[in-house]
T-cell receptor, first 112, second 116 residues
Framework: RKEVEQDPGPFNVPEGATVAFNCTYS??????FFWYRQDCRKEPKLLMS???SGNEDGRFTAQLNRASQYISLLIRDSKLSDSATYLC?????????????FGAGTQVVVTP | GAVVSQHPSRVICKSGTSVKIECRSL??????MFWYRQFPKQSLMLMAT?????????EQGVEKDKFLINHASLTLSTLTVTSAHPEDSSFYIC????????????FGPGTRLTVL
């Protein structure tokens, strides 16, 4: 079983609609969580950190469910520019280096 | 967010040659940088953790003699792919975490290596 799993998609979303997807992690000791956005042939860019209380940044809302060991990302009022692959990252913080485990990504395609 | 640069952005080389990739943190100091490799349609795979002033820590299955890492200063880490072969062709990306942050990692723009 992979340490961090994501539905690869693609999620085909009409412009203006809402889309949500999850990322599950296997290590209960995981301590910090992030969502990244990666465009084709580009580097990942930090979208948002995921806090225990959940957090919102504009049209994006991230949630953490420690009991079920998953994080979620919800995108409201989808824009064409939201089309990308969304990677979740989990940090164990078991050492001072803070290594990340990445999911394989969820592809989102927003259509006109 | 913090800025990380990477050079070169693209390199094409012949089989058997060595390629050096530089990763720099531009507006913060990074005692630790990370090197990843990503094949098409696959996830980022951590290759090694680069530590300033000490030896890098390599992930299982990554040959330390093939992928030489030098973290010479608090803002620069280099990855050298030695005796490159076509199967080393990939997208190599570095990342770093500012000490003052929440452990988030910021990525360089990546280096696309093609070995002929």
């Amino acid at each position: 079983r992979k340490e961090v799993e994501q539905d690869p998609g693609p999620f085909n979303v009409p412009e203006g609609a809402t889309v949500a997807f999850n990322c599950t992690y296997s290590n209960s000791a995981s301590q910090s969580f992030f969502w990244y956005r990666q465009d084709c042939r580009k580097e990942p860019k930090l979208l948002m950190s995921v806090y225990s209380s959940g957090n919102e940044d504009g049209r994006f809302t991230a949630q953490l469910n420690r009991a079920s060991q998953y994080i979620s990302l919800l995108i409201r009022d989808s824009k064409l520019s939201d089309s990308a692959t969304y990677l979740c990252a989990v940090n164990l913080l078991t050492d001072s280096w803070g290594k990340f485990q990445f999911g394989a990504g969820t592809q989102v395609v927003v259509t006109p | 967010g913090a800025v990380v640069s990477q050079h070169p952005s693209r390199v094409i080389c012949k089989s058997g040659t060595s390629v050096k990739i530089e990763c720099r943190s531009l507006d913060f100091q990074a005692t630790t940088m990370f090197w990843y490799r990503q094949f098409p349609k696959q996830s980022l795979m951590l290759m090694a953790t680069s530590n300033e002033g000490s030896k890098a820590t390599y992930e299982q299955g990554v040959e330390k003699d093939k992928f030489l890492i030098n973290h010479a200063s608090l803002t620069l880490s280099t990855l050298t792919v030695t005796s490159a072969h076509p199967e080393d062709s990939s997208f190599y990306i570095c990342s770093a975490s500012p000490a003052s942050g929440n452990n988030e990692q910021f990525f360089g723009p990546g280096t696309r290596l093609t070995v002929l």
